[in-house]
């Protein structure tokens, strides 16, 4: 079997003394996509920023192509994996294209500028999150819906092998986050890379993932299909949930609370 794009070995996670993860096992392959779930605060955040080379990890290791980041160093780790923040800060004005060219720079040498070619690949990433009109436009007349797509045009850009997305949907409209999430299916599949993405809408998760890790909090965690059974997702998330059948395509749906009326 082919080396994983993205593997962890026996990895432990914290974050501010309380357990993320323990003894985490996984390995993702070219065309593969795995979910985060669970509940807010629950250190999702801090465990894919850990598969990012971000944070330390307690014990275990992280490795990008079968090397870790220790033998890569951050040039070697930067064509390799990608990351899309939750949050953008924008603290300086700079236009929508010049955003995306930041994308490249892990291919550019110390005093290289950007090429022809490189601008070429910015302009096509813009297109392909629907835009393409927008490169001339300053960070800060966005909405934070384009401001999201300009950060998810920038990681397209970059090209790596292994996506981490953290809340991709945030501030878009339902249109746009299918679009997405087709866009990034897509991207995997024909570029022959992993995504792991933080998302909070199990049906999406189920529809556009091909594995899921729930995080319990305390460390506890479960690994496995992407399609869960409603029993762990109302244990996830605190609330009970069921599943409606519709053909091969499974939904879940929060049950009604009583009210008393009627």
């Not at 996670?13 to 985060?36: C, D, F, N």
């Not at 040498?109 to 436009?137: C, K, P, T």
Request: aromatic share 6%.
């Amino acid at each position: 079997m082919s080396t994983p794009l993205l593997a962890a070995h026996a990895l432990s996670v914290s974050i501010g003394g309380q357990p993320v993860v323990r003894e985490l096992h996984l390995a993702l392959h070219p065309g593969e996509r795995l979910v985060l779930l669970g509940r807010n605060g629950v250190g999702k955040t801090t465990l894919l920023h850990t598969l990012a080379g971000l944070h330390a990890a307690d014990a275990g290791e992280v490795r990008l192509a079968g090397k870790t980041y220790a033998d890569l160093g951050h040039r070697g780790a930067a064509p390799l994996r990608g990351l899309l923040p939750q949050h953008q800060g924008d603290v300086f004005a700079a236009s929508v294209l010049e955003t995306v060219l930041i994308g490249r720079h892990p291919y550019l040498a110390r005093w290289d500028w950007e090429s022809a070619a490189d601008a070429n690949l910015a302009r096509a990433a813009l297109a392909a999150v629907g835009l393409a009109d927008f490169a001339a436009r300053s960070l800060h007349t966005l909405s934070g819906g384009e401001r999201q797509r300009v950060a998810l045009a920038t990681l397209l850009v970059q090209q790596p092998r292994v996506y981490l997305l953290d809340e991709p949907l945030a501030h878009l409209d339902l249109n746009h986050q299918v679009a997405v999430l087709e866009l990034m299916s897509r991207r995997v599949r024909e570029e022959g890379a992993a995504l792991v993405m933080v998302l909070h809408d199990v049906n999406l998760a189920a529809r556009y993932c091909d594995w899921a890790l729930l995080l319990f909090g305390e460390g506890e965690y479960e690994f496995g299909d992407a399609v869960p059974d409603a029993r762990a997702l109302s244990r996830l998330y605190g609330y009970p949930l069921r599943v409606i059948q519709d053909g091969e395509r499974r939904w879940f749906v929060p049950e009604m609370a009583a009210t008393g009326e009627g």
